[in-house]
């Protein structure tokens, strides 16, 4: 059978999502912890491979099993073998046509920063943080320029593996609450590096350095090496993907699977 689960994670620790010889990543942990509920390997698919440091909320992984265990058992057991830092949320059986990443529809993520001249002891990997004080108009008038259907390319990194770096950009909201000042992106799909090159972009037309149209010049140059600096990947946070109604995820329709998200 199939199973589909969701999973949140505090990426610090973490090289990413994807499995790697040489430093510990959530993957691993996390097939780790479901193989020993499962009583034989387990290989996990997500539905966005975060970066070294990321977070993630509402990250989304399928799994094939030959386990009949219920959903209560899946979450319970697999919880108890994972490090504080990585939690399974919820389970679902599925039919054999989802896929985690091919059947997503839409990734949201939310980039917090937070704005003070001393970074926070208590907020350290957690936040972006930025001395520099921020204007949050001319970043809002600069984040227009690239919702809509663009070629990505100035905004992805250099060793981006995508075919194509066509996208459309649904969503970015940017708004100030105290001293965090919060990005929200949704997107049919992101590339490598994506949110944090585009926060890094908005963060110097906050600060001053230019102007909101230096958001869409470039875009439209479609060269990384021309699209300034790749803001860290700290305050980055995968909250949720949408899929087709018709496999009734439960991280769909329970906002309070992401409550710990909603302080910032």
């Known amino acids: 059978m199939r199973i589909?689960?969701?999973?949140?994670?505090?990426?610090?620790?973490?090289?990413?999502?994807?499995?790697?010889?040489?430093?510990?990543?959530?993957q691993a942990v996390v097939e780790k912890a479901l193989g020993k509920v499962a009583n034989h390997p387990v290989r996990v698919m997500c539905a966005g491979r975060t970066d070294t440091g990321v977070h993630a909320a509402g990250q989304v992984i399928h799994f094939d099993t030959e386990a009949e265990r219920n959903e209560f058992s899946?979450?319970?057991?697999?919880?108890?073998?994972l490090p504080a830092s990585v939690r399974l949320l919820w389970t679902r059986e599925v039919d054999e046509s989802f896929h985690a990443r091919f059947k997503a529809q839409c990734r949201y993520y939310r980039y917090v920063i937070f704005n003070r001249a001393i970074h926070s002891a208590c907020l350290h990997k957690r936040v972006s943080w930025e001395y520099r004080p921020l204007e949050l108009f001319p970043m809002q008038q600069a984040a227009q320029h690239l919702l809509g259907e663009h070629d990505f390319s100035a905004y992805r990194a250099v060793?981006?593996?995508?075919?194509?770096?066509?996208?459309?950009?649904?969503?970015?909201?940017?708004?100030?609450?105290?001293?965090?000042?919060?990005?929200?992106?949704?997107?049919?799909?992101?590339?490598?590096?994506?949110?944090?090159?585009?926060?890094g972009v908005l963060m110097r037309i906050g600060a001053g350095e230019a102007e909101p149209d230096w958001a869409r010049q470039v875009l439209e140059l479609r060269d990384r090496t021309l699209g300034g600096v790749t803001a860290p990947p700290d305050g980055l946070y995968l909250t949720r993907v949408d899929y087709p109604a018709e496999f009734k995820l439960p991280g769909q329709v329970d906002a309070d699977l992401c409550g710990p998200f909603d302080f910032f």
């Open 74 to 81: 899946w979450v319970r057991g697999t919880n108890s073998n």
């Open 4 to 26: 589909a689960a969701g999973v949140e994670y505090d990426g610090s620790a973490f090289c990413g999502w994807q499995y790697q010889d040489h430093s510990p990543s959530v």
């Open 159 to 199: 060793a981006c593996q995508a075919k194509s770096p066509v996208r459309t950009l649904y969503q970015l909201d940017i708004r100030q609450q105290g001293s965090f000042i919060i990005l929200d992106l949704s997107a049919n799909a992101f590339l490598h590096h994506m949110v944090r090159n585009i926060a």
